[in-house]
């Protein structure tokens, strides 16, 4: 008789479609990325990233608190300065909306882990995520204002500093300075692949970061390259990072997978704003089912080999888990 195979046995129910799932998406997956700004009471909507804010110190703590209850196990904080300069200098200042915010998280809720993005690009007047020379961003001049960020975060209480930035040797420069103020214990989050990518820009408007002049292909990767993010990976890990990251996730699923399958440590990916953006617009016009897609989305990722994913999604995607695992 034909056929002879027949893999619809194996998917006919609930719980045989349980028993055979290869990918699990769990809470324990989830970052939540969050945005610390100036003043007090401060909620205010993001237009183009519907059910993300800006949070001021003193409320950021009631959007931890929701993620840590629903089980969400980290947050990652950007931070949006009182005032921009050419070097960026609010990124190192202990008064800074992110230096606080991490406190007062740190406070709040000490079991949940507090990683921080360690750039320039949010606190510069140019957009730029370094100091200008000539026209374009001075690498080894940069070293050592992003190693600063780092350490006023990690003396903050931060558990992870992230750096972001694309700059050769940062993970070095930041793990040297780390240690040699005692914060041996603090990781490094490496954005090691970070695309020069069109998904960012819902993100630009909300940390106000978009480059001032030109554009960022000059030290973000070409998204034609594949073999390029490895390299950039072994040399992360050979400087010192404990963790690496893709950016963005959805278009860089080879990426993912190519990195999970040669890296020896945890391996992140980044569902970023234009991802969050363009599912969010979809689900508004009633076009797509949000809840099925958000989590269909994070399954791909993670079954591309993400350890762990930061995604805008995080609490809602903590709540569907919660009401429904399926």
């Given amino acids: 008789m034909f056929p002879t195979q027949r893999p619809r046995r194996n998917r006919r129910t609930e ?38 804010y800006h949070w001021s110190v003193d409320r950021i703590t009631e959007e931890t608190a929701r993620a840590a209850d629903l089980g969400v196990p980290a947050v990652l904080l950007f931070g949006i300065p009182e ?9 190192w200042d202990p008064g800074g909306a992110v230096q606080r915010a991490v406190e007062a998280i740190k406070s709040s809720q000490p079991e949940l882990c507090v990683m921080t993005d360690a750039c320039l690009c949010e606190y510069t007047d140019h957009g730029h995520c370094g100091l200008i020379e000539e026209g374009d961003v001075a690498n080894d001049a940069t070293l050592e204002l992003l190693a600063k960020a780092a350490l006023s975060h990690a003396e903050a209480g931060a558990d992870v500093v992230a750096p972001s930035d694309m700059m050769d040797g940062r993970v070095r420069a930041i793990r040297q300075v780390l240690d040699g103020a005692g914060h041996t214990d603090v990781a490094i989050l490496s954005y090691a692949a970070k695309y020069a990518s069109a998904y960012y820009g819902p993100f630009r408007e909300a940390a106000d970061s978009a480059p001032q002049f030109g554009d960022r292909r000059s030290y973000q990767m ?31 699923m080879d990426i993912i997978s190519g990195v999970a399958a040669e890296c020896p440590v945890p391996v992140a990916a ?9 599912i969010k617009a979809a689900a ?20 591309a080999g993400a350890d762990f994913i930061l995604t805008y999604h995080a609490i809602d995607a903590a709540r569907w888990l919660r009401e429904d695992p399926s």
């Fill in 15 to 52: 719980s045989l479609r349980r028993l055979g799932r290869e990918t699990i998406l769990t809470t324990d997956d989830l970052v939540l990325p969050l945005f610390a700004v100036p003043g007090e009471g401060v909620r205010r909507k993001i237009a183009s990233m519907p059910g993300s």
């Fill in 83 to 91: 005032s921009k300069d050419a070097s960026g200098s609010e990124a």
């Fill in 222 to 252: 070409d998204p034609a390259n594949r073999r390029e993010a490895l390299r950039e990976v072994a040399l992360d890990l050979a400087e010192g990072a404990d963790m690496v990251m893709v950016k963005p996730a959805l278009a860089y």
């Fill in 270 to 278: 980044y569902n970023v704003s234009g991802e969050y953006a363009m």
């Fill in 284 to 303: 508004a016009k009633g076009w797509i089912d949000e809840r099925r897609v958000a989590l269909e989305t994070l399954v791909a990722i993670k079954r």
